[in-house]
């Protein structure tokens, strides 16, 4: 079954976000490491239609919803997200489907706020060699749990997916309960 156009889906999920999340959305947008990137020029400062036009020309229908749910999941609106991954169901890369996405992609805005075990996270990751020492040394100086989960998020678990299912393999024994909560959730 075809699901909704991706830009109207898009344009439907950004007009429901609160100016904050919005904002939040277009800072997550602007910050992305991966290419291709969005000119600040193109966003800043721009209402939902806008953004959502530059999301779709910039990444193509087919990278669009995967790229805007990671980042809707990122900032906490996972709802947005479900519902336009479901609006654009059969229009998109694979990846950007909830079920089809690995666990810690996922989770990535819960895993962020609520992982508070890191340091322990971190040792198991350098023995892993997931993280190499330098990437160890200046995630465990960086001031709080959430920011050195995004500096993990943002480097060596774009790597490959050995690498997220190490990190979850390290995440169900160092935060046992909140995984299990996480898995409950669908």
Do not use: W
């Not at 344009?11 to 277009?26: E, H, P, S």
């Not at 490491?33 to 969005?38: M, Y």
């Not at 935060?175 to 996480?182: A, D, G, R, S």
């Amino acid at each position: 079954m075809a699901g909704k156009p991706v830009r109207s889906a898009m344009m439907g999920a950004l007009q429901n976000l609160t100016d904050a999340d919005l904002k939040r959305f277009i800072r997550e947008l602007l910050a992305r490491k991966d290419k291709p990137r969005v000119p600040r020029n193109k966003v800043e400062g721009k209402d939902y239609m806008d953004v959502a036009d530059v999301v779709v020309s910039t990444f193509t229908e087919k990278h669009a919803v995967t790229v805007a749910a990671e980042i809707l999941n990122s900032i906490g609106c996972s709802d947005e997200a479900e519902t336009l991954v479901e609006e654009t169901s059969g229009q998109t890369s694979q990846s950007a489907s909830t079920d089809d996405m690995h666990f810690v992609d996922k989770h990535r805005g819960a895993l962020i706020q609520r992982v508070s075990n890191i340091d322990s996270i971190l040792d198991d990751l350098l023995e892993k060699k997931v993280i190499n020492q330098e990437a160890y040394t200046k995630i465990r100086l960086i001031a709080t749990p959430q920011e050195k989960m995004r500096a993990l998020y943002e480097g060596p678990l774009k790597a490959a997916k050995a690498c997220k299912d190490i990190f979850y393999q390290i995440l169900q024994k160092h935060e046992e309960y909140l995984i299990k909560e996480l898995e409950g959730k669908k």
